[in-house]
């Protein structure tokens, strides 16, 4: 209708809520493993398996444990895909068993896919250049383009499913995850689908990954003690530790979750980004990208920074972000928020970099339907630079109400990506 000589387009708000969720991580390869080894405080870090280290600073990771592709995938799947491949299609298929979602009763063309990975099939990558530079014979792969493509996930879900909705993959660097979700929960909002699968997956333990990494010295090489290595807010910290995995939510349409009797975890309610514009790799030190990403999220959800319980912090563990994620902390939510809980889950299970948030909003959403939140461990001596009145949950899991919990994620090129979920009231 005309408003001031502008056309303005009112539109229903719908509700969006989590109906299934599926887990592949260094603490546990499905949901309930996952959850019960974070609650309990679990390391995932343990000296790398996948290749020599010898010659490498770094030399644990936090990599997935007893885990077997031939266990879940049919073999055509392993054939055309990379590791990061068939983890998202091994964490979808818990989440699509989980949701209860009957595929043939919805019309194909209403579930889409948005999912989010930093760096792709790098593993099928450089296994192929290894071999070309040792023989400088060009006998590649007819499979090296499919595997190593970043939207290949996404596009072997909606292969396997059938899922004929919009199919495509989000890459902001660590912040990739969040951004598919915000993706996936933005169309539903519009009415571009009734059902998203969507989360995100890395494989990034490989040499070039782990060596990358070193070079710009951003990872721990406390070596001899690699299970207390991953310290968030520490004084001691010395860098994040690498880990691999992935995490599917599928999120629904809150009356077509209703028409057909789901199971409601929690509903999402607010999302945001924002640039840094600062600088290539590191976090804008005060933190101002990331506190105006919260501020933009919560306002979008209609909460006040008061009235959020829980906040699943970026905090990798490097000596720089995690004083600049806290300086947005004290930005946006004052220098004593009292409700205020901060929990980093990468003291567990390391940073699976573009499968992080996708990881971290599962914990959010558990943390919801148990009323309690997993610890920060291995963090002894809290940086003199974070206030006593910042409330860390540290050494155990603690029981608490948590009716608004949060995630941030942040990615290289200054990229911050916060989601916000909230107890479903009907």
Not at 3 to 18: C, P, Q
Not at 287 to 313: F, H, Q, R, T
């Amino acid at each position: 209708m005309p408003l001031n000589g502008n056309a303005v387009l009112f539109m229903e708000k719908r509700r969006v809520v989590i109906t299934g969720l599926g887990a592949l991580t260094p603490i546990g390869n499905n949901i309930n493993e996952f959850w019960k080894n974070a609650v309990a405080g679990t390391s995932g870090a343990a000296l790398i398996t996948k290749f020599d280290t010898s010659n490498f600073k770094t030399k644990f990771a936090c990599e997935l444990k007893e885990f077997d592709a031939k266990e879940h995938l049919d073999r055509s799947d392993i054939k055309c895909t990379d590791l990061f491949s068939q983890y998202a299609l091994v964490t979808t298929c818990e989440a699509l068993r989980d949701s209860g979602l009957d595929l043939a009763s919805i019309d194909p063309y209403d579930i889409g896919v948005i999912w989010g990975s930093g760096q792709g099939g790098m593993d099928y990558y450089e296994k192929e250049a290894k071999v070309y530079a040792q023989t400088g014979i060009p006998r590649f792969s007819p499979m090296l383009g499919p595997k190593t493509l970043i939207n290949m996930a996404s596009g072997m879900i909606s292969l396997k499913y059938g899922l004929k909705g919009m199919s495509f993959t989000t890459s902001s660097a660590c912040a990739t995850s969040n951004t598919a979700i915000m993706d996936a929960y933005s169309y539903i909002k519009l009415g571009k689908a009734k059902v998203f699968v969507t989360g995100g997956s890395e494989a990034g333990i490989i040499e070039m990954g782990i060596g990358g990494f070193n070079s710009m010295r951003a990872l721990s090489v406390n070596n001899e003690h690699s299970e207390l290595a991953s310290r968030p807010f520490d004084v001691n910290r010395d860098g994040f530790v690498m880990g691999e995995g992935a995490g599917t939510l599928i999120l629904e349409d809150y009356e077509h979750a209703k028409k057909r009797g789901a199971k409601i975890y929690a509903e999402i309610v607010g999302a945001a980004m924002t640039s840094d514009a600062y600088h290539v790799a590191a976090s804008h030190p005060d933190g101002e990208g990331a506190a105006k990403s919260m501020e933009l999220a919560l306002y979008e959800a209609g909460i006040k920074p008061d009235e959020v319980d829980y906040l699943n912090a970026h905090a990798t563990s490097t000596p720089i972000g995690d004083i600049s994620e806290i300086n947005a902390v004290r930005r946006l939510f004052g220098e004593n928020p009292q409700n205020l809980k901060i929990g980093a889950s990468k003291s567990m299970t390391g940073h699976l970099l573009g499968a992080a948030g996708a990881v971290e909003s599962i914990l959010c959403i558990k943390a919801i339907e148990n009323g309690i939140i997993p610890p920060t461990i291995n963090t002894t001596v809290i940086d003199p630079l974070i206030p006593d009145t910042i409330n860390i949950v540290t050494g155990e899991s603690i029981h608490a109400k948590v009716d608004v919990a949060i995630t941030n994620s942040f990615g290289f090129g200054g990229h911050n990506a916060t989601l916000v979920f909230k107890k479903w009231v009907e």
